[in-house]
């Protein structure tokens, strides 16, 4: 919602740029999504025949290690021994890559063999260039031998298992082709769907734009020809669009509602004037009548008329002006003193403050209802002495707030309604405040932006209520 309000309220110049950027960078997107999908296809062509290579390589691997070390055996030579243990272990290496597991697939069973064939085909190699270095010719011509034949049967174990995998990477390689057609031919759908649905949206967004103008031409051209009960519809938005339809309407009932608007005006600036004028001769009058009760040494009753006036004064405030929580916390106090001295002293009332969160702003007339609601509803007609408790402390970057009460508690349903707007703090009897129960709460949630900021909490009947603030530092 504050997106499209923002939105509605940029001038139009910026408005289309908007328009434009976005177009641009969803089309950059979409091509962006495109390019991923045949990338990832034609990643998976090329790895289709890896195994193949990876066959061949190990291929050319065992006969350099046959060739190294025939070459060896020949001439005893230091460079051919090198050669050889560098075939040796780049062999070895490779076929650390087969698979050893056992399988009822043909793929792995054969690369399985090829390994342990691979294994001890090394092992032969080895004796015979030992062999060799010690020069006994039979064992080493025996080894060479035994090799030579192993070294056989592995390559055509090799070639059968390549050219088993070059069959599968072939059909693989065909299915993987008609994907990618099939990709290819998504892919443009896509794209020209796309382009459709963002022209759609421009034309759209662009005619949002500019049919308040064309409203507004067809009204002027109404009250150019004398009609001036036409209709304008309020758009709404700051820009340029919206100050020039709320010029032309302003200007449009101006001419409608001169002299009565002028009238009405008039009434309401003085109604505004008695709304301020009333408050100010409540709060003289009674600051008058805690002058005579002093003079007269009517000190109780001084200090009871003081505290009423303060009450007021501070009730008088506009609800939107952040307050400490120490005027807060001084409201209640008023409060509670205010109902004990109407109910002879029947309400209990103790304070645990944290007094280094006195400071901590909050909106007007939060507290003080809360706790009227807690008299009115808690304690007011319980048995026994009634009690509230105020508690201030710090938990972490918050300020914690608790006002509990003695007195009849809620159940979850009666919660429930509180939580959904249904209970508020009557002003009915004749008691000061009246500000309900759901307009503290909703201040608040507006005020700190925070669906957790109030909460009500009771374990039963009978059993008291609490009202926690959490509120941040």
Known sequence: MKVRQYYSNLPIGRKLTLIYFMSALFILAVNIFVYANVNRVVSRLDRVYISNINLN???????LVQNTMKEYLDTKATDAMDGYYKAYQEYDNQIEELSDEISSEEPKRMERNIRHMSKKYLLLTNEAIEARRGRNVEKYSRYYDEASTLHRYIRTAVNSLNNERFRSNSADYSLLSVSFGYVEIVNIVVFVGIMLINVLLMSLIVNRVTRPLAALANAAEHVAKGDYDVKVERTGTLDETGVLNEAFVGMLEGIKHGVVMEAHLK????????????????????????????????????????????????????????????????????????INIRFSGEIGYDKDIDESLLSVTLPAMILQPLAENAVQHGIRDIPGEGRISLKVYRDGDYCIISIFDNGAGMTEEEIDRVYRGKEAIPDSDGEPGGVGLHNVMGRLRLTFDNEDVFKVSSPGKGQGTTVTLKLPI
């Open 57 to 63: 390589e190990l291929s050319a691997a065992l006969d």
């Open 267 to 338: 009434d309401a600036q003085l109604k505004f004037l008695q709304a301020q004028i009333n408050p100010h001769f409540l709060f003289n009058t009674l600051n008058a009548g805690a002058q005579l009760a002093m003079m007269e040494e009517a000190d109780r009753t001084y200090e009871y008329i003081q505290n009423v006036a303060d009450f007021f004064r501070y009730n008088t405030k506009k609800l939107e002006q952040p307050v400490t929580l120490a005027e807060e916390i001084r409201m209640v106090d008023t409060y509670i003193y205010i």
